[in-house]
């Protein structure tokens, strides 16, 4: 993706970003500056003279971006660990990108964890010009798998994060067919909202993975949804008083008949 309708800025960040990998500190700045780009997630790049450059080895992998150029790729070494590939930046980036080339940004699924001051934050830098809003509603909601009623409540609460474009529906597990949840191993995290566990949902003799998340102890911004259920709304039936929505358009794809996977896709 790039061309003309993808623009790349930079800002300063004024606070400590620290990067760890194996018990260490493999990055220490108050320099940091964000680096966000049309349709992707934002990024952190730390001056080289913060990070632990005596822990790089050079990686033989090049990527090509066509609003920032080339970038050359490094792996951190600790103590015995390799992170992969964890490092990367653009040495010398195109002209119509800015001065990032003394630059350089870590790979989060990479290396251990990253901290802002003394918290640590996941997945991604969250974007400042990100917003969650939570909504208690009255409307009535019910989701559907075909002919089988998943959850009917009138005490939902509705999720709107500026960077979706729908609300998603969170429900009191009261209100929800719990005989019909499978727990589920799976975690994730998001910058926002925090850890979210999952389940699957039993349908007749197939278990559909997944379906269904909810975050125990979320983030102070996202502190409504605690305890609530939320179901992908790209894979089940919801009405809201009685209208059945459109299932959204996002990046999450469906694999089926009867395969009950989806991943995420960059399309």
């Keep these: 993706?790039?061309?003309?309708?993808?623009?790349?800025?930079?800002?300063?960040?004024?606070?400590?970003?620290?990067?760890?990998?194996?018990?260490?500190?493999?990055?220490?700045?108050?320099?940091?500056?964000?680096?966000?780009?049309?349709?992707?997630?934002?990024?952190?790049?730390?001056?080289?003279?913060?990070?632990?450059?005596?822990?790089?080895?050079?990686?033989?992998?090049?990527?090509?971006?066509?609003?920032?150029?080339?970038?050359?790729?490094?792996?951190?070494?600790?103590?015995?660990?390799?992170?992969?590939?964890?490092?990367?930046?653009?040495?010398?980036?195109?002209?119509?990108?800015?001065?990032?080339?003394?630059?350089?940004?870590?790979?989060?699924?990479?290396?251990?964890?990253?901290?802002?001051?003394?918290?640590?934050?996941?997945?991604?830098?969250?974007?400042?010009?990100?917003?969650?809003?939570?909504?208690?509603?009255?409307?009535?909601v019910e989701v559907r798998i075909g002919d089988l009623s998943l959850a009917d409540t009138r005490r939902a609460r509705m999720l709107f994060e500026s960077s979706l474009g729908f609300a998603r529906f969170y429900v009191p597990p009261l209100d929800v067919r719990r005989d019909l949840l499978v727990p589920s191993t799976t975690v994730t995290e998001c910058p926002y909202k925090g850890t979210a566990s999952y389940w699957s949902v039993l349908v007749g003799e197939d278990v559909v993975p997944d379906l269904v998340w909810t975050y125990p102890s979320p983030l102070a911004e996202s502190a409504r949804l605690a305890g609530l259920v939320c179901f992908f709304d790209e894979f089940v039936d919801t009405y809201v008083d009685g209208v059945l929505r459109p299932r959204p358009a996002t990046k999450w794809k469906y694999h089926g008949p009867n395969a009950y996977t989806w991943t995420p896709s960059e399309d």
């Excluded at 018990?23 to 997630?41: I, K, Q």
């Excluded at 450059?53 to 090049?62: E, F, M």
């Excluded at 103590?79 to 930046?89: F, T």
Aim: aromatic share 10%; glycine share 6%; hydrophobic share 40%.
């Design 1 to 140: 993706m790039g061309g003309s309708d993808v623009v790349v800025t930079l800002a300063e960040v004024p606070r400590r970003v620290r990067v760890v990998l194996g018990g260490r500190v493999v990055a220490d700045s108050e320099r940091v500056v964000m680096l966000r780009e049309t349709r992707y997630t934002p990024r952190y790049y730390f001056p080289w003279d913060d990070i632990r450059r005596d822990l790089l080895v050079p990686s033989p992998r090049t990527e090509w971006s066509p609003c920032k150029g080339e970038a050359s790729y490094w792996s951190l070494h600790v103590d015995g660990r390799v992170g992969e590939d964890a490092v990367w930046a653009f040495t010398a980036p195109i002209s119509s990108c800015p001065n990032i080339s003394g630059l350089a940004s870590f790979d989060w699924l990479v290396v251990d964890s990253v901290f802002e001051e003394d918290e640590q934050v996941f997945v991604h830098p969250r974007d400042p010009h990100t917003r969650i809003d939570v909504f208690d509603t009255s409307r009535h």
